[in-house]
């Protein structure tokens, strides 16, 4: 039986969970001395992409950054730590949320600084979606996060259909306009 028939055994979220510090060099600021949102950006992608590959044990694709929200400026010389986890599990897809601290390494002082959502895909080696292993939320944290990633599906997929809809009548007026010449 292939990867893509067989479902696999639940994980807890536990199980899912990363982290990832680094500290923050000139290279990856801007002309203010403050973290480039890109590079915080590529850091999420990969924090999440390491909770994906727990979850799912297969290769994974981003397949978007759901929602990213930047709280406050991290600086030079910073300590910057992401934590990840899935939030919750479907067909081949995983929703994982990320949260960013920055740590000022001369005071101490932590601070949340960021938070994102992110969808992976499992994949198989020709790139074809796989199914991913249920999700087992075991906390009332992790019910609440369960649940609210349901709720951003539903609103991701309506968003699309909506663009979906706009390229469509789009691309029906700019038909009949060349008919019309």
Not at 26 to 42: I, V
Not at 122 to 135: F, K
């Amino acid at each position: 039986m292939s990867t893509t028939e067989t479902k696999p055994t639940a994980r807890t979220v536990a199980s899912t969970q990363s982290e990832m510090t680094e500290i923050v060099l000139p290279n990856d600021t801007n002309t203010l001395g403050n973290l480039l949102g890109g590079r915080l950006m590529h850091f999420i992608d990969l924090t999440g992409a390491m909770a994906a590959y727990r979850h799912s044990r297969s290769y994974i694709v981003t397949a978007a950054m759901d929602h990213i929200d930047f709280i406050r400026p991290v600086h030079l010389g910073d300590l910057v730590t992401l934590k990840s986890s899935v939030n919750r599990a479907f067909t081949s897809s995983m929703e994982v949320g990320v949260k960013v601290w920055a740590e000022n390494t001369q005071t101490g002082i932590h601070c949340h600084v960021a938070s994102a959502y992110l969808v992976f895909v499992a994949i198989d080696q020709s790139g074809r979606p796989v199914r991913v292993p249920e999700l087992i939320p075991e906390t009332a944290n992790e019910q609440r996060r369960y649940a609210d990633a349901l709720l951003r599906r539903e609103h991701r997929e309506a968003e699309s259909v909506r663009r979906k809809q706009e390229r469509h009548a789009t691309a029906a007026l700019e038909a009949a306009s060349i008919a019309a010449k």
